[in-house]
T-cell receptor, first 112, second 114 residues
Framework: QKEVEQNSGPLSVPEGAIASLNCTYS??????FFWYRQYSGKSPELIMF????GDKEDGRFTAQLNKASQYVSLLIRDSQPSDSATYLCAVKGGDSSYKLIFGSGTRLLVRP | SAVISQKPSRDICQRGTSLTIQCQVDSQVTMMFWYRQQPGQSLTLIATANQGSEATYESGFVIDKFPISRPNLTFSTLTVSNMSPEDSSIYLCSVLTGGQETQYFGPGTRLLVL
């Protein structure tokens, strides 16, 4: 069974620090990787996606992918209290479907 | 990204009844999906809504319990049938627009079954 694993947290960081969120996946054939942010009581909001090994930066967010280690991470620089949310890692498999498999999410708390 | 709406936004239902959830998109999309998020849990895919044909259900979900319709490229419904308290969840539709691999989610329907 294909799995996506995340530490449930909470991960607590002070305002202005770098928050590092990690995700591992079991399907070596996975091709696409997504990070969603979900505020309490809201639906998931896409933050970033990454397809290739290495880093991808978008503003304060950097996604990192290492397919050999089956590991994807999200770095949030200059963390703000408004970044406090649950971050969901999602993986699309290597098959022809568009199904996403979600991790259980990491809860991030940014302390003012 | 597409603008997605869902109706109702929330509901409280009695066990044994059924509820139909609507998902409307402001533009034509290639694929639509229905997810469930149980309290404190992550998202689980229920089915892929196929336009003009029967939905494709994931393991553990069946058409009799979760009938789905998708009459056109902008609209889909999910019915939760013969509800029990275990069906209390957030139900989310998501869409995949043409040429992209990214899914965008609707605001969700919060269902409580008593």
């Amino acid at each position: 069974q294909k799995e996506v694993e995340q530490n449930s947290g909470p991960l607590s960081v002070p305002e202005g620090a770098i928050a590092s969120l990690n995700c591992t996946y079991s399907d070596r054939g996975s091709q696409s990787f997504f990070w969603y942010r979900q505020y309490s009581g809201k639906s998931p909001e896409l933050i970033m996606f990454i397809y290739s090994n290495g880093d991808k930066e978008d503003g304060r967010f950097t996604a990192q992918l290492n397919k050999a280690s089956q590991y994807v991470s999200l770095l949030i620089r200059d963390s703000q209290p408004s970044d406090s949310a649950t971050y969901l890692c999602a993986v699309k498999g290597g098959d022809s479907s568009y199904k996403l498999i979600f991790g259980s999410g990491t809860r991030l708390l940014v302390r003012p | 990204s597409a603008v997605i709406s869902q109706k109702p936004s929330r509901d409280i239902c009695q066990r044994g009844t059924s509820l139909t959830i609507q998902c409307q998109v402001d533009s034509q999309v290639t694929m639509m999906f229905w997810y469930r998020q149980q309290p404190g849990q992550s998202l689980t895919l229920i089915a892929t809504a196929n336009q003009g044909s029967e939905a494709t259900y994931e393991s553990g979900f069946v058409i009799d319990k979760f009938p789905i319709s998708r009459p056109n490229l902008t609209f889909s419904t999910l019915t939760v049938s013969n509800m029990s308290p275990e069906d209390s969840s957030i139900y989310l539709c998501s869409v995949l627009t043409g040429g992209q691999e990214t899914q965008y989610f609707g605001p969700g329907t919060r269902l409580l079954v008593l």
